[in-house]
């Protein structure tokens, strides 16, 4: 059948299947190592300038803003931002200049707390590039072929609508049924960033609550950098065995960074935190944006991250503490 449909989106991450395992088989050890390290190393040795990056997690929930913080701190540049489901952490790495293109299923929005400033602004400017759009599913569906090491999805979705026509999806014929189906190219993140509940050493990670899609994008990345809110011994590790969602071979880095999901929600560990979320919804609707976020805890070592030079004060007293 001849293709009716004009595609304007970019192909991004996509790898030939076999050229990707050759990379992994040269560039991925399954010895079972060591890998504890600290924030601002793991990001020096895995984020390069120009890094296709994927975030876990979903919308404000487990997502892993310590390392967001730190891509800032060493202000990583000319980032693409796989946007599926990028709020609060795109909004942090565009206020931070880090960003200048983003593949969007679920962008520039906070949920019910209303449209970005600051990721509105960037793309209406230009200083960010919108690559494509495409669907929640369909991301999820690319990055399953890419851990299938298959170069495509096929697919009926979006074959209804026109973000298919922004995507990088194709249409072909249906061998079988002669109908039309959506093919989705397999898509490997340059690194994937993830905070996970608990982690051994070597990278078991264990995920409480809803994984979305983080099951398939572990295995679709190729650095995959876990933050966790406790480093646990192997042994109980062992004794759990079918809680471990993510395998250490998939591993590059794991550091223990208790509250660093903070200000987002960690389910069954800690809420939102309102306060902060709409403190930055404020100072972002000037430009450049210019917040500093103070999060102490009578568990943890604070945090104070600086996301611009000349911040502005947010708080400097107050306790984040677990669900009980």
């Known amino acids: 059948m001849s293709d009716p449909v004009e ?38 040795k895995y984020v390069p300038d120009g890094s296709l990056v994927a975030v876990g997690g979903f919308g404000h929930i487990r997502i892993p803003m310590a390392l967001i913080y730190e891509l800032v701190r060493q202000r990583k540049r000319d980032l693409t931002l796989i946007g599926n489901t990028a709020v609060h952490d795109l909004d942090i790495l565009i206020g931070g200049g880090c960003v200048s293109r983003v593949e969007v299923a679920y962008a520039f929005g906070h949920e019910l707390r209303g449209l970005s400033p600051c990721g509105r602004r960037a793309v209406e400017s230009g200083q960010v590039q919108v690559t494509g759009e495409i669907s929640n599913a369909g991301f999820q569906w690319r990055f399953l072929a890419a851990a299938m090491g298959v170069p495509f999805m096929p697919v009926r979705s979006m074959l209804g609508t026109d973000t298919i026509k922004h995507s990088s999806a194709r249409v072909i014929e249906d061998p079988w049924s002669g109908k039309p189906i959506c093919l989705v190219p397999a898509c ?54 079918w809680r471990t969602v993510i395998p250490f071979y998939l591993v590059d880095a794991v550091i223990e960074v208790p509250f660093g999901a903070h200000p987002t929600e960690m389910p069954v560990t800690y809420y939102f935190d309102e306060e902060h979320i709409a403190h930055w919804l404020e100072v972002s609707k000037t430009s450049p944006p210019r917040p500093s976020f103070l999060a102490s805890s009578s568990v943890t ?7 611009i030079a000349n911040p502005l004060p947010l708080k400097t007293e107050g306790t984040l503490s677990r669900l009980t």
């Open 188 to 241: 490997y993140p340059d690194v994937a960033l993830f905070h996970v509940h608990r982690c051994d050493q070597y990278g078991n990670a264990q995920i409480d609550g809803i994984m979305v899609e983080d099951c398939e994008l572990a295995r679709a990345t190729r650095r995959l950098i876990i933050t966790t809110e406790e480093i646990i011994d192997h042994e109980e590790i062992q004794r759990h065995p």
């Open 7 to 44: 595609f304007s989106g970019e192909l991004i991450g996509w790898h030939d299947p076999d050229e990707n395992r050759q990379w992994v088989r040269e560039n991925k050890s399954r010895q079972l190592a060591d890998k504890r390290t600290t924030v601002a190393d793991a990001i020096r």
């Open 301 to 307: 070592m604070p945090l104070e991250v600086e996301i």
